[in-house]
C-alpha cells in the first residue's frame, strides 16, 4: 500500500459504517475544514 492511499485512507476519506475518518475515530482532530487535501498539505508544509 503505498503513502498516498494511506494518508487519504486515514485521514481525508470519511468511512460510511463510522461516519467520520479512521483518524477521528481514533481522536486524532485536524480540522481539515472543507478542503482536506489542501489544508492537510499545508499543515505538513509547516512541520
Known sequence: MNNEFRIHYNFVREHGSIKQTPAEKAG????LGQNKIENL???ASKK
Not at 486524532?28 to 480540522?31: C, P, Q, S, V
Request: glycine residues 0%; charged residues 45%.
Open 28 to 31: 486524532i482532530k485536524l480540522e
Open 41 to 43: 498539505i499545508k499543515m
